[in-house]
């Protein structure tokens, strides 16, 4: 296996139609098919066709009329008690929106149903990323089978055949464009004869949205949250500045992003030899490790300070803050601008935040900080850096 740690060489090699996917080779029972795991022109139709919707203005949208309102909704029993845990807070927050985003109906609407819901999407991110797994491999793979199962049968095909009168609806001229739903499944599902795909592929996409969504993008709010906590112990005059300075915040968020990467590697088989531009030559039939975390902290380009936490660092022109932690080229992630909204730049036109930059400038609001008397701790289950829990307190 070659290993990339260079941010140049890691960066170049995003860009190698030469390179494909081998990330979730082991968990490919559940990733066969899925946009992410595709390549070449299959990647590239699946892509143009989600993308119409993955636009701006339906982050926008979904930044300014739905995050806030199901953080709230999700964070008012937490209040009440004026204690909680993050990660599960976040889940249920990342889950709701991931849910809406993918079009998968919850019909009971409680607390317990997204709690069973994300506890699948659970199984289904860890046999996924097995890759990634420290115990049983088959294991976790014949149980994220059986998640795959569970939610088709009691999710899927409700939302699935709801969709599929909508859209029938709309053909035959009895509904308006604006009453469909604006969600993957409905995309997908209005232009079945462009991609010609088979329903099992289509099962497996629209599960794929939510585990994703809600599973690195929680794990991703606890990591800022915890970098801002650390923040403000050293630094408390700054906590009214950073719970109503949204862009500063997201400074803030960016900058956990570049340290913990969702992925802390990139996998890549190589197609055809390939020449990086620092010189590197990479041979047909290898494995390519794109280590992120190594890319992300390189001194050279972010400086000798680039191990380290400091959201006000000086960046090189045409390097993002978060460096490579949503890819790069055409496998950059569909969901970054969701996630984590776009770099603030002076002359930007129509500033998004990101979902994560919105919750943390609730939960700040909120007065949150850690539980003294209840410490966080790491997940041991798997090689990527995540926590397994952390309380706070609010008020």
């Known amino acids: 296996m070659i290993r990339l740690t260079t941010y140049a060489d890691a960066r170049d090699a995003y860009r190698h139609k030469e390179l494909r996917q081998a990330l979730y080779d082991e968990g490919d029972a559940l990733m066969h098919g899925v946009i992410v795991n595709l ?6 139709a699946r892509r143009r066709l989600e993308n119409r919707l993955f636009r701006r203005d339906t982050f ?25 845990d993050l990660l599960p807070l976040a889940r249920r927050t990342m889950l709701t929106l991931s849910l809406g985003v993918a079009g998968v109906d919850r019909p009971e609407g409680t607390d317990a149903e997204l709690d069973g819901l994300y506890a699948l999407m659970d199984r289904l991110a860890r046999a996924s990323t097995v890759a990634h797994a420290t115990g049983d491999k088959a294991a976790i793979v014949a149980d994220g089978n059986a998640a795959l199962a569970e939610f088709v049968e009691r999710y899927f095909e409700p939302s699935h055949r709801r969709r599929a009168a909508l859209v029938a609806a709309h053909e035959r001229g009895e509904l308006a464009e604006t009453e469909l739903p604006r969600d993957v499944l409905t995309t997908l599902l209005r232009n079945q004869d462009r991609l010609d795909l088979p329903l099992d592929v289509v099962r497996r996409e629209i599960a794929y949205f939510p585990w994703v969504g809600s599973h690195s993008t929680s794990n991703q709010f606890v990591h800022a949250m915890h970098h801002l906590f650390e923040w403000l112990e050293r630094h408390p005059g700054e906590r009214d500045l950073l719970t109503v300075d ?3 915040r997201q400074r803030f968020v960016h900058e956990s992003l570049r340290l913990h990467p969702a992925s802390p590697v990139s996998l890549r088989h190589v197609l055809e030899p390939v020449t990086l531009r620092s010189g590197l030559e990479l041979s047909a039939g290898e494995l390519v490790a794109i280590d992120l975390v190594a890319a992300n902290r390189d001194a050279d380009v972010f400086g000798p300070t680039a191990p380290d936490f400091d959201p006000r660092r000086a960046l090189p022109e045409g390097v993002t803050p978060w460096g490579l932690s949503f890819g790069h080229g055409v496998h950059a992630c569909l969901g970054q601008e969701l996630a984590g909204g776009l770099e603030p730049l002076p002359d930007l036109d129509g500033h998004l935040l990101g979902s994560i930059t919105v919750m943390t400038g609730v939960v700040l609001a909120e007065g949150a900080r850690p539980d003294p008397d209840d410490p966080a701790e790491r997940d041991a289950s798997t090689m990527r850096d995540v926590f397994a829990r952390y309380p706070v307190v609010f008020g």
């Not at 926008?60 to 909680?84: K, N």
Request: charged content about 20%; hydrophobic content about 45%.
């Open 39 to 44: 390549h070449g022109q299959d990647h590239l």
């Open 60 to 84: 926008a949208w979904y930044e300014a009329d739905v995050i806030p309102g199901i953080i709230r909704g999700v964070l008012a029993p937490a209040l009440g008690a004026g204690r909680g």
């Open 246 to 248: 949204a862009v500063e």
